[in-house]
């Protein structure tokens, strides 16, 4: 049995071969609408959600089958004190996989340990987000059309941003990107990523506080927000939640093809006029998301 803890367990070869069935859902969604008939996917949230939680219900809903689960800690068993490991026990014997959202680090592996059926992390803490790691580069190749050569800027949250962490660790295992990092010296990406993912790589990569200088040169800019449930204090989410705004000023210099990406929800830093603008696709890459969560849910199951 496989689960998806982090995006490194799927091989390079397997992630290009959900990449190509997610292409093959996307352009042909009626030949996989039947093939999840009396299946179904239990959503265990215990953080807050909006498209993580329901793209993969409306990945599973798109194959014919259903979806159970709770949107917050306080809804089910745990708020009286149930460990992850017995809640997994008895969702293994409703369900046949399970997307699990945590605010701890580890807790869909502690689950994956205890689980009779597949588990998908959908966010543990500051940690990995493996299925956003998989409808970023998803989108990327489908709007880029390549998944290699290009410059990309990380801008905002890079410390607490488990989106961030989960792309930075596959896009090291193809060829030619080049990491921007853009953030205060307060969020910057964490040592570990830096020494044991880029370097260890041998990637090349710069670090900056300043967006308009980084931007002439990128060929995509993933945005992020600041991450405020992941602050020890108020007053310092206060003073650097809006340290970037990208604005349609701030754009002017960048390149005409650039694709602007960000895993949502936005908070301030980019502003709604950038919206209208063509190189703006957080839209499309949150609609990508459910077909790239289908390849997924088909691939741990063994139906692909
Ligand atoms: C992200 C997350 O939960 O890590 N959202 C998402 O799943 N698309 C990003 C965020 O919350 O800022």
Redesign the pocket.
Known sequence: MRHLISPLDFSVEETNDILSLAHDIYTNPSDYSDLCRGKKIATLFYEP?T??RLSFEAAMMNMGGNALGFSSAKDSSVSKGETVADTIRIVSSYADICAMRHPKEGAPYVASRYSRIPIINA?DGGHN?PT?TFADIFTIKELKGQLADMTIGFCGDLKF???VHSLINELVRYTGFHFVLISPDELKLPDYVKNEVLERNHCTYTETRSLEEALPDLDILYM??V?QERFFNEADYIRLRDTYILDEGKLAKAKKDLLILH???RVNEIAPEVDDDPRAQYFTQAKLAVYVRQAIILKLLGMR
């Open positions: 959600s498209r993580t966010g987000h956003q941003g488990r989106t992020t927000r991450q895993p949502l929800p």
